[in-house]
């Protein structure tokens, strides 16, 4: 009887030290997996900075309007966004 229970505890403390060391393992591993894609966007910041041409965003809405006689009134607004290279 005590041999069982002394093997269950043993058993227990083998599997929290085994999660404890994965756990630890893992966060190693996000840590680098981290550090690389930062270091990767870092340096392409540095490097290449004109990665894309100058752009433009169009934002379309539509309002609508509910009358008082019920009925509704649709407004159409379009807004342009430009971003110009600084030449």
Known sequence: MELGFA???????????LIKLIKFGLK????FILAVIVSVTIWICVAQPDMHEPFSVNTIEYLFKINKDGSMTTTKQITETVIKDGN
């Open 7 to 17: 093997g269950i505890v043993v058993a227990i403390i083998v599997a929290i030290l």
């Open 28 to 31: 190693m591993v996000l840590f």
